[in-house]
């Protein structure tokens, strides 16, 4: 049986950012993962750095979400450096436009500067000028909103944890954890991992995960569909957010429309009706996108949880065991915090936020 000081279950951003952080503070590790590293929602998502809407949402949330987008640029250049793969992090700002699901806020302007946040609101005769190729009327422009490629930042950061010494064994679905004197083993099939800690990063599996122990934990999976077109390279520089859409250009001129969210349990189909909504309000809210040629659909399930508020803890009456799961729509851009935040907990250093938040439903603790 092979001996880890941590077993990580799942290698999507949240276990890989953190089992990088744990190696780099000297702990041999070993990342378990069911199907390929990096390939579910972390795949899937938009690669929007920043919560949608902000003003929707508790500050639980918005304090980690703001802690992970000032750590992107430095996350993003140490993968690059490290790998070779670039994330293409860009700090390309978002509109968002007034829409009735989500109107703009009269003191919007004054709630974002509370965050610390530079937002600045347009006029539908101001936005002609500033975005001719948006169909639009009032936008609120949010400078510190970036996107990063996933797809890419999840390939180097499998590349760089691996080349750290870290154990990434793909098609290793672990279907038993249990107490072995002092230590943890995870079982995949009839091999086991025995280490002196676990943490379960297991995305929206990671009920099931950890049903078996009796731990109660509410995420559940949501999906959301993506639409991809072929565009022109910088038609569209900065995000666009319309309700609950959003178009994300990259640089070579892909443009992602985004999303849906669907309680469909762990089905991961595409829909043509999914299709014809993110197409209908691409080609409505940006013209030019008419001519673009769609080339790809795809789905992921994000790990929800209440409020989206993630849980980073260690579990009550089991020692050495932590979770770091259920970011729903923002774990992508709050992977850099959550990592640290876990690595410092396991290390039993001081972390950087209160972790009071992140904890378990109090029905564990009974
Ligand atoms: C359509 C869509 C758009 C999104 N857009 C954004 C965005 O713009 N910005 C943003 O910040 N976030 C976005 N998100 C959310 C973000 O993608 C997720 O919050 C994040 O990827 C969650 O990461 P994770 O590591 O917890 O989960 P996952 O990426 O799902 O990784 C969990 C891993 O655990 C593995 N696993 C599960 N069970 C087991 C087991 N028993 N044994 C071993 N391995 C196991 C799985 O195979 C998986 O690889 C989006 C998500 C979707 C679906």
């Not at 996107?147 to 691996?162: E, F, T």
């Not at 949501?222 to 038609?235: F, Y």
């Amino acid at each position: 049986m092979q001996h880890a000081d941590m077993v990580v279950i799942g290698a999507g951003v949240i276990g890989l950012s953190t089992a990088l952080r744990l190696a780099q503070a000297g702990m041999a590790v070993t990342v378990l993962e069911r199907g390929s590293a990096g390939r579910e929602a972390s795949w899937a998502g938009g690669g929007i750095l920043s919560p949608l809407h902000a003003w929707r949402y508790r500050p639980a949330l918005l304090r980690l979400a703001w802690e992970g987008m000032r750590r992107y640029r430095d996350f993003a250049e140490e993968i690059h450096t490290a790998s070779h793969i670039d994330p293409e992090w860009q700090a390309c700002g978002m509109w968002i436009l007034d829409s009735q699901e989500f109107p703009l806020l009269e003191d919007v302007i004054e709630w974002g500067a509370s965050w610390g946040w530079h937002w600045q609101r347009h006029t539908a005769t101001q936005m002609r000028e500033l975005a001719p190729m948006l169909r639009t009327d009032t936008a609120l422009f949010c400078q510190e909103v970036a996107q990063v490629r996933n797809p890419r930042l999840l390939a180097g950061l499998v590349k760089y944890v691996s080349s750290l010494g870290v154990h990434i064994r793909d098609n290793s679905e672990v279907t038993e954890i249990k107490r072995d004197g002092t230590y943890w083993v995870a079982k995949t099939g009839n091999v086991g991992v025995r280490a002196d800690r676990v943490l379960v990063s297991g995305g929206p599996w990671t009920a099931k995960i950890l049903a078996q122990l009796g731990i109660q934990v509410p995420i559940r999976p949501v999906r959301g569909q993506i639409l991809l077109l072929q565009g022109q390279a910088n038609s569209l520089p900065q995000i666009v957010l319309e309700g609950t859409h959003y178009l994300v250009q990259r640089r070579d001129g892909q443009l992602l429309i985004g999303s849906t969210s669907e309680e469909a349990g762990f089905d991961k189909s595409c829909t043509s009706t999914a299709a014809n909504e993110l197409l209908a309000f691409a080609h409505r809210v940006f013209p030019p996108s008419r001519s673009y040629a769609v080339t790809r659909q795809w789905s992921g399930l994000r790990p929800g949880s209440p409020d989206n508020i993630p849980f980073i803890t260690s579990v009550p009456d089991h020692p050495g065991m932590y979770i770091a799961s259920g970011h729903f729509r923002y774990g992508l851009t709050t992977a850099p915090i959550t990592a640290e935040l876990v690595r410092d907990l396991v290390l039993g250093r001081p972390t950087s936020l209160d972790l009071a938040p992140y904890g378990l439903p109090l029905a564990n603790k009974e």
